[in-house]
């Protein structure tokens, strides 16, 4: 009877890694393919073909991906595929497809939500898959940079209405939308990934771009390399000169050094004469 269990347990195992192994490129095409789709589901409607053009961000341990999405040589609008970073949902991470268009003044409004992945409570938490939905209803149509990353429930001046019975769903949706826009804000340059945290970027801050792993065309760049060098060549002359005083110093205590050496082996040579003296008498 073990001989026969082992047996159908072996050849059952052998034939589901034969069939991941035959449907896995099948499944991957497939994902890819609905994200393709969930990156016009989240932008206006439009007549022509679509350009696409992707840029991926490191923060952490996770991929932030951002696709400019181009209509007759004109952006229609961004595409950004992100997980909840610092909050989980009930079961596990979130990970949205939020879509950005910009206004003529280059403001960005949240134009549409795809939820792509989520483990949720059937029922609570995964409404969020629902069109309409009181989280995806608190924030269409609003201007990116306006919003407060929170649910209403945790703090009054929060832009998220939570879901019923749902509150930590709720969080983790929050922060994955915030998370996206952060993206957004990458792509555009106005905010900077420094060692895979993301840090916002002006115009009063001291720092080198070169220490980030992702800086976009900044025509302020040259200057503040400038200013960093001049910074840089000022620091090495006041080093100089502290090194030629401390040399100075070093010299001057050698000299009272030998002075003392030689007032020392004066006293040697009088006390060996007084002992020479003692033993002749």
């Given at each position: 009877m073990v001989v026969v269990l082992f047996t159908i347990?072996?050849?059952?195992?052998?034939?589901?890694?034969?069939?991941?192994?035959?449907?896995?490129?099948?499944?991957?095409?497939?994902?890819?393919?609905?994200?393709?789709?969930?990156k016009l589901e989240v932008l206006p409607s439009f007549d022509g073909q679509a350009e696409m053009n992707d840029?991926?961000?490191?923060?952490?341990?996770?991929?932030?991906?951002v696709t400019e999405v181009k209509v007759d040589g004109k952006i229609l609008g961004?595409?950004?595929?992100?997980p909840s970073l610092t909050a989980n949902g009930y079961a596990d991470k979130i990970y949205l497809m939020v879509g950005f268009v910009e206004d003529e003044a280059g403001r960005a409004k949240i134009h549409g939500v795809k939820v792509l992945s989520q483990k949720e409570t059937p029922g609570l938490g995964?409404?969020?898959?629902?069109?309409?939905?009181?989280?995806?209803?608190?924030?269409?149509?609003?201007?990116?940079?306006?919003?407060?990353?929170?649910v209403k429930k945790d703090d009054a001046s929060g832009s998220f209405d939570a879901l019923t019975g749902s509150t930590i769903s709720s969080r983790a949706y929050a922060n994955a939308v915030e998370t996206a826009y952060a993206g957004y804000l990458m792509k555009k340059g106005l905010l900077l990934n420094k060692g895979n945290v993301a840090v916002e970027k002006s115009a009063e801050d001291d720092m080198d771009v070169k220490d980030y792993e992702h800086v976009t065309d900044d025509p302020n760049a040259e200057e503040?390399?400038?200013?960093?060098?001049?910074?840089?060549?000022?620091e090495g002359v006041e080093s100089v000169e502290s090194v030629e005083a401390i040399e100075a110093e070093g010299a001057d205590a050698t000299d009272e050094v030998s002075v003392d050496e030689a007032s020392v082996n004066e006293q040697l040579d009088e006390s060996e004469t007084q002992k020479g003296e003692v033993n002749n008498e």
């Open positions: 347990t072996a050849i059952s195992a052998l034939l589901v890694a034969l069939v991941n192994d035959v449907t896995k490129d099948a499944i991957a095409e497939a994902e890819q393919k609905n994200k393709d789709l969930a840029t991926s961000y490191q923060i952490g341990d996770f991929t932030v991906n961004y595409a950004v595929e992100a995964a409404n969020m898959i629902k069109p309409g939905n009181k989280l995806e209803s608190s924030i269409l149509g609003k201007y990116a940079d306006d919003l407060v990353f929170k503040l390399n400038a200013e960093e060098d001049v910074n840089t060549s000022d």
